[in-house]
């Protein structure tokens, strides 16, 4: 089962423990009305972690994403297990603007925050 989510804005975001792609929909005042954080945190004691939050609900650790593939404007991440928090959707698919800004955001961060998980695909 996939989880689809479309977004106008994509932006990328690297921190001292962390890298971020940050998709969001705005309204036409541009507020953010729903969004989507993959988040590749780096902590000294523990490896790698990957976290996924939507709207405020995080999900994630360094088993969560089996595979990602970016293709075009569609990243679809392939969950090693269903995620009760989004119906148990095994799939994320988002679909995103293709924006000058969104894609140089996915060009910059797609494989910093992914990682060995990105396989296939084109950007």
């Known amino acids: 089962m996939a989880h689809s989510r479309y977004y106008d804005t994509v932006a990328f975001d690297v921190r001292d423990n962390a890298t971020m792609l940050f998709f969001a929909s705005t309204n036409a005042d541009s507020d953010i009305e729903d969004y989507l954080l993959l988040m590749r945190t780096v902590d000294d004691n523990f490896d790698e972690s990957i976290y996924v939050e939507v709207n405020e609900q995080q999900f994630g650790g360094h088993n969560l ?51 060995e998980s990105l396989k296939g695909g084109n950007a």
Request: hydrophobic share 45%; charged share 20%; no cysteine.
């Open 65 to 115: 994403l089996e595979a990602a593939e970016l293709v075009g404007n569609t990243l679809k991440l392939t969950l090693r297990e269903p995620v009760p928090e989004l119906g148990n959707a095994s799939q994320i698919v988002l679909t995103y603007a293709e924006s000058a800004e969104n894609l140089a955001a996915i060009e910059s961060g797609a494989f910093r925050v992914l990682g």
